[in-house]
């Protein structure tokens, strides 16, 4: 009994202090205001959107081949993407990688605008980091095939 009074004391003693107890401004984790979850939400819906377009470009065949050559990635010990993705590039039509360059590219527009329009909603940060912020576009310098896209390996999310 005298443990259990013990333990009940030492809490009635130390709640106040830990209620009380608030995080100094900086401190903790950061969380997002109600207009920058709403951004992020705009942001995973136009993935979505994107990832859709890339997917009903496809044949039915194209379509199949996609999950089989995902399915070989998934459970290989030593996936090799980069011929993944050449494998997918030379099975593709014209019209098939055309359209799924042209959702991608849409894709980094409308991210590219979200992207400042979430910038320009920040508060001005008093960090070490300082100047402006770089574009989105200065992140990802070089081209992605359709194959690559397919695989998830462009957009700024995937492997490569």
Same mark, same amino acid.
């Given at each position: ?6 333990? @009940? *004391?030492? =809490?009635?003693? *130390?709640?106040? +202090? ?21 951004? $992020?939400?705009?942001?995973?819906? @136009? ?8 997917? #009903? ?10 999950? #089989?050559? =995902? ?5 290989? =010990?030593?996936? #090799? ?5 050449? /494998? ?8 098939? &990688?055309?359209?799924? %360059?042209?959702?991608?590219? #849409? $894709? &980094?527009?409308? =991210?590219?605008?979200?992207? /400042?329009?979430?910038? *320009? ?6 960090? *070490? /980091? ?9 992140? /990802? ?7 690559? %896209?397919?695989? +998830?390996?462009? +957009?700024?999310?995937?492997? $490569?």
């Amino acid at each position: 009994m005298k443990p259990a009074i013990f333990a @009940l *004391a030492l =809490a009635l003693v *130390a709640a106040p +202090g830990l209620a009380s107890a608030q995080p100094a401004p900086g401190d903790g984790p950061h969380r997002p205001t109600a207009a920058q979850q709403a951004q $992020f939400a705009q942001f995973k819906q @136009l993935r979505q959107q994107t990832r859709a377009a890339e997917l #009903n470009a496809l044949s039915p065949a194209h379509k199949q081949l996609l999950a #089989n050559i =995902a399915g070989q990635l998934a459970l290989s =010990a030593a996936p #090799n993407f980069k011929a993944a993705a050449a /494998q997918l590039d030379a099975a593709l039509s014209p019209g098939e &990688r055309a359209a799924i %360059l042209q959702a991608d590219q #849409n $894709f &980094r527009t409308q =991210a590219e605008a979200l992207h /400042q329009q979430m910038m *320009a909603s920040r508060p001005p940060s008093d960090d *070490a /980091q300082g100047g402006p912020p770089r574009p989105m576009g200065e992140r /990802q310098p070089h081209q992605r095939t359709a194959g690559q %896209l397919l695989l +998830g390996m462009g +957009g700024g999310h995937g492997r $490569f």
